[in-house]
């Protein structure tokens, strides 16, 4: 038995390649992206390590080219959830009794794996399934999947180490347990990142997990089941279930060895699968625990000390990489009367050379929205800034569902603060611009505070730095990850823990051991080496000076 006490370092951040022309890893992606664009993939559920085969599929395909099926995939209904908790369970017993130096080396190698023998098939599914260029598939699906299974590794001995304090004659200890029971993950389509994460995170801790992928990412999450089942992961401990979420959802929540949810997604999904849990709470073994990252309205906030190219950079990059679909994207701004019009002069510059189009022609900037619901959605919001009066459609505003769902980028120019595009989450390429009177920076202030719900992610651009110090101040609850001068996008796993809190969730910081530490329930053990054999106290003792 090896009795050493053994910390896993703190990581270096996977390096991002460059995809350039010419280079290896730009040739070894586009040879995947032939393969995969090729077949047409059957993917199973995972049952407890076997595959299961319902014969109730839908078609997976690609959102720049809605035409071709990259997969078909099987659905589950009730009686294969209640197998995959089964599974879950049974796998519980051993899978949390396993040293976490075991538990870690699973997960290390599932990076190693990633980093080395699968990054472009890996990113390739998540270009082909998620309408994602080169670039964003590398820092998401490569970099920032093996930097969460990297720095959760650190984190998770960091925690195991916190031990409490000990007097003379006592011996204190903390066993940090999984939850009893199992944990229901629920992951989005936006990132490939996050789907890993929302498994591997409680696993890492002990647990056993279901996971019910978006129907829209199921080709790269089903890639992420296969390295995880290749670097070792034992039988059962994660179960891979696609299908419908009322489906899933209702034979989840009426188990009563329901621990925990997972979840990234809308806010009115979290806000329902929270309600079904509290209907359903009497039944529960324990408590379960609800983590969450839901949505945001991230803002762009401008003071005239500001430069003018960060600024335009920042708007461009910030609100429409991806098509604007991430959680963090910038969705409306407030720039100073002084500044705007040489910021409208530089957006414009960009966006007219801005591509949309397919993710194999790397040199498009965008590529697709996820799909037609999507596509409506955003179109119908751009739709009503044209016809409203008090909004002008400045850039862009058309859009293209013939081949693939393609929305220009557009932005809306508004005189109405409370503009519905200002105040509502639309997660595609939108941004709304509100510009108001330099002297009256104080007052937007908090008017950016009290416009929206969310508390996600927002920017604060100014060369002033008392004006820094107030906007912060001003904004503290505003945002739970804040930037200064730099977009409100691109959080780095160790760098800068992500979430939010008011309606963006439970701000339980993925990337950092604030995460890990909601997957255990600990328990404390004191050990009295001398214990008292009588039950009198020295105070009792009769004072014989009187």
Known sequence: MNNAIFVFDYPENEPVKSYSPGTPERRNLQKELDRMSSETVDIPLIIGGKEVRTGDTEPVVMPHDHGHILANYHKAGPEEVKMAIHAALKAHREWESFSYVERVSVTLR?????????????????????????????????????????????????????????????????????LEGFIFSLTPFNFTAIASNLNMSPVLMGNTVLWKPASTSILSNYVLMQIFREAGLPEGVINFIPGAGSVVGNAIFT????????????????????????????????????????????????????????????????????????????????????????????????????????????????????????????????????????????????????????????????????????????????????????????????????????GLTGAIFAHDRQVLDKASKALKYSAGNLYFNDKPTGAVVGQQPFGGSRQSGTNDKAGSHLNLIRWTSPRTIKETLLPPTDFRYPFMKEDRCH
């Open 255 to 454: 188990d009563r060895n329901f621990a925990g949810l997972h979840f990234t997604g809308s806010n009115v999904t979290f806000n329902r699968l929270w309600m079904n849990v509290a209907q359903n709470l009497r039944n529960y073994k324990s408590y379960p625990k609800i983590v969450g990252e839901t949505g945001g309205k991230d803002f762009i906030v401008v003071h005239e000390s500001a430069h003018v190219d960060e600024v335009s950079t920042a708007i461009v990059r910030g609100a429409f990489e991806y098509q604007g679909q991430k959680c963090s994207a910038a969705s409306r701004a407030y720039l100073p009367a002084s500044l705007w019009p040489l910021v409208r002069n530089r957006v414009g510059e960009m966006l007219s050379e801005v591509t949309v189009g397919d993710v194999r022609e790397f040199s498009n900037f965008m590529n697709a929205v996820i799909d037609e619901a999507s596509f409506d959605n955003i179109m119908n919001y751009i739709s009503k800034a044209k016809q409203s009066p008090d909004a002008e459609v400045i850039f862009g505003g058309n859009g293209d569902k013939s081949k693939g769902y393609f929305i220009e980028p557009t932005v809306i120019l508004t005189k109405d603060p409370h503009f519905i595009t200002m105040e509502e989450e639309i997660f595609g390429p939108v941004l709304t611009i509100y510009v108001y009177e330099d002297k009256d920076f104080n007052e937007m202030l908090k008017l950016v505070d009290e416009t929206s719900p969310y």
């Open 110 to 178: 599932i990076a190693e794996l990633i980093s080395k023998k699968y990054r472009a098939t890996l990113n390739a599914a998540t270009m082909l399934g998620q309408s994602k260029n080169a670039y964003q598939a590398e820092i998401d699906s490569a970099c920032e999947t093996i930097d969460f299974l990297r720095f959760n590794a650190h984190y998770i001995s960091d925690i195991y180490h916190e031990q409490p304090h000990s007097d003379p004659g006592f011996i204190n200890r903390i066993e940090y347990r999984p």
